[in-house]
């Protein structure tokens, strides 16, 4: 009798824990992913940002790159663009979140981060 009460408190907690939603995957965008860079501005000319499935990546000049993992992606819809909210953290738990609008303009997506509303950042194309 015990055992089984031990196996429907596993089972319950395992149901539990499911529909709560505690699962470690992620959904990133397919929108969002590949690598962006801008030429609106010079200061940029040698970055690049990179989000993937799991990570999002800085990249300025030839030497320097931060990666972080991904913690939480949310977005919502207004006046034509997406706005989406990520969040993400780094090595030594560090946690950062980015706001950005997205603009999707058939083969040509367009990304504005919210601190930086004159600057916009282009997929690059694989050549």
């Not at 993937?52 to 931060?66: L, R, Y």
């Amino acid at each position: 009798m015990m055992m089984r009460r031990s196996a429907v408190g596993i089972i319950f907690l395992m149901t539990a824990l499911g529909i709560c939603g505690c699962s470690s995957r992620l959904s990133v965008p397919t929108e969002l992913i590949g690598e962006w860079e801008t030429s609106s501005d010079v200061r940029y000319a040698e970055s690049l940002f990179e989000i993937s499935e799991s990570s999002i990546t800085f990249v300025s000049g030839e030497e320097h790159k931060q990666r972080y993992r991904l913690e939480k992606v949310e977005s919502t819809t207004g006046r034509g663009l997406k706005k989406y909210v990520i969040e993400y953290s780094d090595k030594l738990g560090g946690e950062y979140e980015l706001v950005l609008n997205y603009a999707g303009r058939g083969d040509d997506p367009q990304i504005v981060f919210k601190f930086q509303p004159k600057i916009v950042w282009q997929r690059v194309v694989a050549q």
